[in-house]
């Protein structure tokens, strides 16, 4: 039993872009690891910018100094 997990930033990420994300996820594990989509399990964590990090900082002060 297959379980995918998806972290992404909580920015207007769509309702049809998640269905995407599990549908190829799904895909994607079916293609390569030849397991049955009916027991592939996607979960998709969306995370407040002010919890994601990059280049030492938070992701919100990053964006935030590009406007």
């Known amino acids: 039993m297959p379980y995918i997990n998806i972290k992404v930033t909580d920015e207007n990420v769509t309702k049809e872009q998640k269905q995407q994300l599990i549908a190829g996820a799904t895909r994607l594990v079916v293609e390569v690891l030849n397991k049955n989509p009916a027991t592939t399990h996607v979960v998709i964590d969306e995370v407040h ?5 990059v280049k030492g900082k938070q992701y919100s002060e990053l964006i935030n100094s590009q406007n």
């Not at 910018?49 to 990090?53: A, F, L, Q, S």
């Open 49 to 53: 910018i002010d919890n994601w990090g």
